[in-house]
């Protein structure tokens, strides 16, 4: 049994203009000094732009930093350490914003609270403290905003064009990196660690060329979100690349990729959007990538490619058995499958490898990703430097991909 107020450091509310407060150790509050931060960022940018926050310690607020305004543009964040609020980093409606080399974290006061991986919905039975208290600040936040809402972000990013987020430590919270309705914006070569519900999610909603790439991503309980797949009144083509990040999650816990359905809008037609997703490398957890129970409802994600993936995960693909009798759910070939193996998909392609019962890292602890010299993932990927043709769908080089980018007869699978 995890004890409740063992590691809820303290819970507050305000009702008719007093503030209730109660603190797991049972303290007077009165006897404490008491702050509370007005509406907003610690520092704010509105509207102004070619501003750098540099070495800055940036502790609570609604939010450490707030960048807003579509006059909001070229304003740098960099080597700031940013802590608590409900969102350390909130860009909106901003262009051409970095977000760099920060140590981004939610912390605590309660030196108990554990965030990461829990688990997953079908695991039932006896579960550790460790997994109890990752569970508990899951479960706190979403007491509070309900199932369909989050109140921690690491970053979030809504609106605006060209920003940039990379070489950051995202750690300790509830969701590392949210991305959305946004145009060319790259998240890449962060650490995203310890995240009860997901380390970086994509809401599909007008989002255009969006790059998600060399990204490390730990311990979290689901590591990549594609949100809302069929997002409603989306008339424009939407775009995203997730390549080339490594997945780690202890034995048996927590999911690495997971396509989610909108459930108001499985019975009408939308357009589909494209997802590519290749050269990553998913280790450990309990399921490598899985899809919502509502991705056969329109003929599955036809538009999505996933080619050149190492999957060593006790289940590689979970999908329902209405998913796998789709013919071109999708592309999916070229992928290094453990665990149950290679699917009986009609979708599954021939030039997967299965690895039933094999796996490639010890999961017991964040492994490096590089491949056994005698890996049968080595030179049998895919060249994505030049056009391409699968199961009857030509493609274009994918981003990311240069001439040159392996040696020998052909690319190895999974993540470099």
Not at 16 to 31: C, E, K, T
Not at 84 to 92: G, K, T
Not at 119 to 130: A, F, H, L, S, Y
């Amino acid at each position: 049994m995890v004890p409740y107020w063992g590691a809820v450091g303290a819970m507050y509310g305000c009702k008719d203009g007093v503030l209730y407060i109660h603190f797991g150790d049972r303290a007077d509050p009165n006897a404490k000094s008491i702050r509370a931060a007005s509406k907003g960022g610690g520092v704010e940018i509105v509207g102004q732009s070619w501003i750098v926050l540099r070495h800055l310690f940036v502790q609570g607020g609604q939010s450490c930093v707030t960048i807003k305004g579509p006059k909001a543009d070229h304003n740098v964040v960099e080597n700031c350490w940013l802590v608590n609020a409900s969102e350390r980093v909130s860009v909106l409606n901003a262009a051409a914003t970095v977000i760099r080399n920060n140590d981004i974290t939610a912390d605590f006061s309660s030196d108990k609270c554990v965030t990461g991986a829990w688990g997953d919905e079908e695991q039932g039975g006896n579960i550790t403290d460790e997994l109890g208290l990752k569970y508990l600040f899951y479960a706190e936040y979403k007491m509070f905003f309900g199932p369909n809402s989050t109140s921690d972000y690491g970053n979030h990013l809504s609106g605006g064009t060209d920003n940039e987020v990379h070489g950051n430590r995202v750690s300790r919270g509830g969701q590392g990196i949210h991305v959305s309705q946004t145009t060319n914006t790259r998240i890449h070569h962060n650490t995203v660690e310890g995240m009860s519900s997901i380390g970086i999610i994509a809401t599909m909603d007008t989002v255009v060329n969006v790059q998600i790439h060399d990204n490390l991503i730990m311990d979290c309980n689901i590591g990549c979100r594609i949100h809302h797949v069929n997002e409603i009144r989306q008339t424009a083509p939407r775009s995203v690349f997730l390549y080339r990040n490594r997945f780690w999650q202890k034995p048996g816990v927590g999911t690495g990729l997971f396509f989610h359905y909108h459930d108001k809008n499985d019975a009408k037609p939308y357009l589909h959007p494209h997802i590519s997703i290749y050269h990553n490398s998913f280790a450990g957890g309990s399921r490598g990538a899985q899809l919502s129970a509502y991705a056969d409802r329109l003929g599955g994600v036809p538009n999505a490619l996933v080619v050149n993936n190492a999957f060593s995960n006790p289940v590689p693909i979970y999908t329902t058995s209405r998913f796998n009798h789709l013919d071109r759910a999708w592309t999916f070939d070229y992928n290094w499958l453990g665990g149950t193996g290679k699917s009986a998909a009609v979708w599954c392609g021939p030039h997967n490898v299965d690895a039933k019962g094999q796996t490639i890292w010890d999961t017991s602890k964040a492994p490096d990703t590089a491949l056994p010299a005698n890996s049968k993932a080595r030179n049998t990927g895919l060249d994505l430097s030049t056009p391409f043709e699968l199961e009857g769908r030509k493609f274009p080089p994918m981003p990311g991909m240069e001439s040159g980018y392996f040696t020998g007869a052909g690319p190895d699978i999974g993540s470099p």
